[in-house]
């Protein structure tokens, strides 16, 4: 099939700092056509659409909407929300790819998976599959560029310290005396932005992702005291005190446990990592979390001046 130059983006609508529609963004911007795939017709599917992608609907569940988004790409960015079918999905990802042909297919794993092995796994339903996927997308022969971020600033920590630090000043997470370097998915998008654009130099590799530093979390919440001006402190609550403020705030079953699988990873020292896949790709550092922070000051209850 002749290379149209149309890339796909699957998992496009996203939260806002999500890495398929920040993605699409980036691409956009640089003058790429993109095809960015959502699973419903929304408000984020008309501002793709404003933004000038083409956009389609469909489930990456549903082969036969999987053929249809990815016929006319030569170029695809696979990645959705950390859900119970994520293995399903990529499977019919690589089955419909290998069937239509394709020049690179740029696939999200978590970091953790450079970890694990048969013998050696975790009890994260999230982290096991994207460890058979990667293996699922080796056998596949696929033209495949693998990325593995660490833990996200935008999908983790805003979120989950968010509240608590705009309301009592304090970082309250499970994570023990753990080291941590979370990775922003500005960053994330940019390393597969500059990998869709150009895939040949990248085809066949693994991309690890971490943020500047990796520090306990007296030292990430001293970045948040920097960046707001007032004192932010880390208050390490009892891991089933979290679990049970999780399943209060109904999240999956599946995301659950894998929250509380990083959170036993992170007390572990397993999330004590550092990488320079950000700069090596893009040639520009990763994003410290005093500088997230800044950017991120309001939902963070404000920088006091
Ligand atoms: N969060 C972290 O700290 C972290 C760290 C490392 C790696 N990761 C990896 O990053 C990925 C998540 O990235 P993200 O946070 O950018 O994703 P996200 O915003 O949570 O999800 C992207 C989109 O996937 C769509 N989606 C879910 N199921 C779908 C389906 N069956 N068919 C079509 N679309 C579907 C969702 O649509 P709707 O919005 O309409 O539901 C959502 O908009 C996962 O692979 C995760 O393991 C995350």
Known sequence: MADSGLI???????????????????????????RAMVRREDDRAAALRAAGAEVVVGDLLEPADVYRVVNGCRRVYFGMSVSAGYLEATVTMAAVARELGMDALVNMSQMT???????NTTPSPQQRQ?????????????????????????????PLTGPSVRD?????????????SPVATADVARVIAAVLADPRPHLGRIYELTGPRSQDIHG??????DALNRE????DIPPADWERELKKAGLPEHL????????????????????????RVTGRPA???REFVSLHAGEFGGRRS
């Not at 994207?130 to 805003?158: D, K």
């Not at 009592?168 to 941590?180: A, C, S, V, W």
């Not at 990873?265 to 700069?279: F, P, Q, T, W």
């Open 130 to 158: 994207h460890w058979l996927s990667e293996q699922a997308l080796a056998w596949s022969g696929l033209p495949v560029v693998t990325i593995r971020p660490t833990v996200f600033l935008e999908g983790f920590f805003l």
């Open 287 to 289: 994003m410290s979390v």
């Open 232 to 235: 932010v402190t880390y208050s």
């Open 8 to 34: 796909l983006v699957t998992g496009a609508a996203g939260r806002l700092g999500a890495v398929g529609r920040t993605v699409t963004g980036l691409l956009l911007d640089r003058g790429f056509p993109v």
């Open 113 to 119: 998976v450079s970890e694990m092995s048969i013998e």
């Open 168 to 180: 009592r000043g304090r970082i309250e997470l499970p994570f023990g005396q753990g080291k941590t």
């Open 220 to 225: 990430v919440a001293r970045e948040y005291s």
């Open 256 to 279: 659950t446990r894998h929250l509380v699988t990083m959170a036993e990873l992170n007390r572990a020292g397993r999330y004590d990592r550092m990488s320079d896949g950000v700069e």
